[in-house]
């Protein structure tokens, strides 16, 4: 079983910027594509970006392309979501999340493993 831990969510203003954090304590996190997710009030929970295992391939929804990036440490089993150009509209619970076999299952939204999140809120 692999746990995730997110963090650095919060309170920003639109326009403003936030930087999350994804840390895994597994020894083999560079063996496992990672991925974010978010999941606003009432709404489904959505795909936002995914990285492959060495950080070579991204992809992301077409809502946040070109305001948000995805990197990632491997000697810090850590995985990151920079978030630029802030909107009331990304305000949600933002999930990490990593898959075993490929980026395409992340992609697909159907990882191995969750995190349990964090809340960003954007104020208008």
């Known amino acids: 079983q692999v746990q995730l831990v997110e963090s650095g969510g919060g309170l920003v203003q639109a326009g403003g910027s936030l930087r999350l954090s994804c840390a895994t304590t597994s020894r083999t996190f560079s063996t496992y594509a990672m991925g974010w997710f978010r999941q606003a009030p009432g709404q489904e929970r959505e795909f936002v970006a995914a990285i492959s295992r060495i950080g070579v391939t991204t992809d992301y929804a077409d809502a946040v392309k070109g305001r948000f990036a995805i990197s990632r440490d491997n000697a810090k089993n850590t995985v990151y979501l920079q978030m630029n150009s802030l909107q009331p509209e990304d305000t949600a619970v933002y999930y990490c999340?990593?898959?075993?076999?490929?980026?395409?299952?992340?992609?697909?939204?159907?990882?191995?493993?969750w995190g349990q999140g964090t809340q960003v809120t954007v104020s208008s």
């Open positions: 999340a990593a898959d075993r076999s490929s980026r395409s299952r992340v992609v697909g939204g159907t990882p191995d493993y």
